[in-house]
């Protein structure tokens, strides 16, 4: 049981070029989660997806897109990068009924020049 | 303004010491009130949660919330230097799907 798995764990990336960052969880959960974690910023969320073919903005959307490609996975893409966008990139995932745990991969960090 | 706000610190203290963290909050529907732990370079983790008011203790480890002041604490008694981590808190509306996140306090204890 592997958890949550992100890839790639380190990218850097020139202004313009995209990118996708992909997510996969083997706990069957429903939900799923994209985050962005800035310095001082605590961690916001960017999309996510409440089941299986749906996906919903979060606080900070713009420039990114996701898909959810099937239960386990959920992938977040950048079509243009900017370097606004240099983060430490967290995907989770929630077990339906239960409110108040989310589990969360070990993070992309992204540097955008 | 915010909706949860945490002091990000750093806080480093000596260890055995007791240690203090807190957030506020203006929404008064959250309902449910966490506390993630972060290794450094590493997901956060849950530590601790309390639905609705009161306190809750795990080990050395108190959490409690006053909704009447929207005001929510962590206290970590004996504090070890394996605590030292950043500790962040969460808060949800029951039935919604999001999470919203304090900055995050990072926590040293010295040996």
């Known amino acids: 049981n592997a958890g949550v798995t992100q890839t790639p764990k380190f990218q850097v990336l020139k202004t313009g070029q995209s990118m996708t960052l992909q997510c996969a969880q083997d706990m069957n959960h429903n939900s799923m989660y994209w985050y962005r974690q800035d310095p001082g910023m605590g961690l916001r969320l960017i999309y996510y997806s409440a089941s299986e073919g749906t996906t919903d903005k979060g606080e900070v959307p713009n420039g990114y897109n996701v898909s959810r490609l099937n239960k386990r996975e959920f992938s977040l893409r950048l079509e243009s990068a900017a370097p606004s966008q240099t983060s430490v990139y967290f995907c989770?995932?929630?077990?339906?009924?239960?409110?108040?745990?989310?589990?969360f991969g070990p993070g992309t960090r992204l540097t955008v020049t | 303004q915010k909706e949860v706000e945490q002091d990000p610190g750093p806080l480093s203290v000596p260890e055995g010491a007791i240690v203090s963290l807190n957030c506020t909050y203006s929404n008064s529907a959250f309902q449910y009130f966490m506390w993630y732990r972060q290794y450094s370079r590493k997901g956060p983790e849950l530590l601790m949660y309390t639905y609705s008011s009161g306190n809750k203790e795990d080990g050395r480890f108190t959490a409690q919330v006053d909704k009447s002041s929207k005001y929510i604490s962590l206290f970590i008694r004996d504090s070890q230097p394996s605590d030292s981590a950043t500790y962040l808190c969460?808060?949800?509306?029951?039935?919604?799907?999001?999470?919203?996140f304090g900055q995050g306090t990072r926590l040293t204890i010295n040996p």
């Open positions: 989770a995932s929630r077990k339906q009924g239960v409110d108040y745990e989310q589990y």
């Open positions: 969460a808060m949800k509306v029951q039935g919604a799907q999001k999470l919203v």
